[in-house]
């Protein structure tokens, strides 16, 4: 079983639509937890970070479900600009982050 | 500032050669990762450097793989005896002196991608 796992989609919506992305982790010590998002052929960059409390950045709103071992991004009025694929991310006390697969969005005009 | 620099940005090699991948981290970075990206896969952990520490080679696939960092600042990766299989983007990262609290993100180089004929 993979530490994170992901839909590899790709979810393909219209512009304006929302759309969720889920991922579970299978380490209960992991602390740290995150959204990256890469673009074709292009290096990761961090998207942000998800609190417990659960977290809003413009359009994009972050959810994390420690008991069962659940993150989720949602994106609110998706853009062309959106489209990208979506790293979940998590992290245990190390140094060392753990990469999904990464959940493919195609926002169509 | 200048970011994360990778070179070359592409690479091909045949079957059996040796390849050196180069990694300039961000000026003042103590850390740096590499990863290695296969197509449609997410990041997978190779080694990590912090300071003069002795590196995490916990994620090496095999003893073709090596990397160094000289001075605390370039790295680079080697691989030996090259296969099909490790055809593949090979990413770098850094981050900041993690000090008391672990940082939050890394800042990746735009990645060497590596084909093996």
């Known amino acids: 079983r993979k530490e994170v796992e992901q839909d590899p989609g790709p979810f393909n919506v219209p512009e304006g639509a929302t759309v969720a992305f889920n991922c579970t982790y299978s380490?209960?010590?992991?602390?740290?937890f995150f959204w990256y998002r890469q673009d074709c052929r292009k290096e990761p960059k961090l998207l942000m970070s998800?609190?417990?409390s659960g977290n809003e950045d413009g359009r994009f709103t972050a959810q994390l479900n420690r008991a069962s071992q659940y993150i989720s991004l949602l994106i609110r009025d998706s853009k062309l600009s959106d489209s990208a694929t979506y790293l979940c991310?998590?992290?245990?006390?190390?140094?060392?982050?753990?990469f999904g697969s990464g959940t493919r969005l195609l926002v169509r005009p | 500032g200048a970011g994360v620099s990778q070179s070359p940005s592409n690479k091909v090699t045949e079957k059996g050669k040796d390849v050196e991948l180069r990694c300039d981290p961000i000026?003042?970075?103590?850390?740096l990762y590499w990863y290695r990206q296969s197509l449609g896969q997410g990041l997978e952990f190779l080694i990590y450097?912090?300071?003069?520490?002795?590196?995490?080679k916990s994620g090496l696939p095999s003893d073709r793989f090596s990397a160094e960092r000289t001075g605390g600042s370039v790295s680079t990766l080697t691989i030996q005896r090259t296969q099909q299989e490790d055809s593949a983007v090979y990413l770098c990262?850094?981050?900041?002196?993690?000090?008391?609290?672990?940082?939050?993100?890394?800042?990746f180089g735009p990645g060497t991608r590596l084909t093996v004929l």
């Open positions: 990262a850094s981050t900041p002196n993690p000090g008391t609290s672990l940082p939050n993100e890394q800042f």
């Open positions: 380490n209960s010590a992991s602390q740290s």
């Open positions: 998800v609190y417990s």
């Open positions: 991310v998590v992290r245990d006390s190390s140094y060392k982050l753990i």
């Open positions: 000026s003042g970075h103590t850390a």
């Open positions: 450097f912090q300071g003069n520490s002795a590196p995490d």
